[in-house]
């Protein structure tokens, strides 16, 4: 983006070296209350980048909204030695707010790209991202962490295939970077169709603050940012940076008490036992070991699953 190129949030023009916060109206709520999606942009004074930072899409994933709101308060993106940044801490807006994955209707927003402003508030919201704020963005990262009381390792999803995607990913550099297909419909499948990458930033658990998954995240921000030469320092790389290209779910072959014994971030060898699925009664208890040399992604912190949960996300 040149200096003089206009940039136009919504109806706002944010000039050269100005920093704005953006209000854009998503819908009204059944008692006529407007709701709006917030976007922060900084711009410096040089030509240089468009970068989107996005977080709550899914609304109860709040470690991401933590990173952004943090990044913005302690002044991070003042140092902003080129280009521009636009972050938009919450995008569903009514799922933060009843602290819900999705959207009114059970809509999932990363499931309603590009959207359509007649349709729900999911794909209203979608359509607004995508219009006013993906438009005049170069690349992004839309920060996530696990759902339904899974928790995730830090790592970074990146298109596979798609070299400026694994660029960004390496930039960024989390603990793991994971080639994956973009899931269709979501923010990083439209957004690769237009050929600006976007990665995403999975860590920690819904509902939960993870102090080491917020800290990681804002790492991997300064580092994505330095290594465009728009901020003048950053951070080192984690001292491993594992590569993945391969990921299942580990899921249980019966219901039960889920007893786990290794947790995400941990290295297993094949037959290593993972966990026990026992009955409450003290009678059985079924074992269950890695299926081959692996690495543990994510598991779940439910005590309690039935057939077929997913207990251990596994990648190699
Ligand atoms: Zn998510």
Known sequence: MNATTPLIIGTTEVPAGQEALIRIPVGRLPTHTRIHMHVWVQRSKKRGPCVLFTAGIHGDETNGVEILRRAISTG??????????????????????????????????????????????????ARILTKHVLAPCDFGVDFHTGGHSHYNYPQVRYTAGHHPSQKLAEAFAAPVLLAQKPIPRSLRKVAIQEDKPIIVYEAGENMRFDEYAIQVGLDGIKRLLHAHHMLPQAPPPPGQVRLA?????????????FLRKCQAGQQVNKGQLLGTLADPYGMEALQIFAPHPCFILAHTNQSVVSHGDALFHLAW
């Open 245 to 257: 290209s391969h990921s299942s779910w580990l899921r249980a072959k019966r219901a039960g008490l």
């Open 76 to 125: 991070l993106f003042k140092h902003l030695q080129r280009g521009a940044v636009l972050v938009v801490p919450v995008v569903n807006v009514i799922g933060f707010i009843e602290q819900s994955r999705e959207a009114p209707g059970g809509k999932d927003v990363n499931r309603s790209f590009p959207g359509s402003l007649s349709g729900s508030l999911a794909a209203r919201m």
